[in-house]
């Protein structure tokens, strides 16, 4: 089994098919859009597919080290920025192949007027062991 990371994007990712800001949607297709998210993932727990997933507030800052002895450093927040990531999934899948198979599937949810959105998915595997260097 092999761990990957689906990021959905708010902004900063190719136009979806359906592009109309979650922010202009009515009530109803927020509630539709939510509850296909939940019933994805409750689909997946059945079949041990899901590991975690949460949905991400706009809001938020960056923090550095600044070092010894001074307090973090931040800038923000930064939520009219051009690139946003609405949430995030967890699977632990047998292959590449499932992966993609369920980001696809996941990328339809409805969005305005109840039509599937066809976002782009960001898929990331976990890194497993660290890279070889070779000179």
Not at 84 to 112: K, N
Not at 118 to 123: D, G, N, T, Y
Request: no cysteine; proline share 8%.
């Amino acid at each position: 089994m092999a761990k990957y990371l689906l990021l959905k994007h708010y902004r900063g990712a190719p136009d979806a098919v359906n592009n109309v800001p979650m922010d202009r949607w009515t009530p109803e297709e927020i509630s539709a859009h939510m509850q296909y998210m939940n019933d994805f993932a409750t689909r997946l727990e059945g079949t041990g597919e899901f590991v975690d997933g949460q949905a991400l507030a706009p809001e938020g800052a960056w923090v550095r080290y600044d070092g010894e002895g001074r307090p973090p450093v931040t800038d923000g927040p930064f939520a009219e920025t051009k690139d946003l990531i609405a949430g995030w999934m967890i699977i632990d899948v047998d292959s590449y192949d499932r992966a993609v198979e369920l980001a696809g599937e996941l990328s339809a949810a409805p969005g305005a007027g109840g039509k599937p959105i066809h976002e782009w998915l960001e898929l990331r595997p976990f890194l497993t062991e660290a890279p070889t260097i070779t000179e």
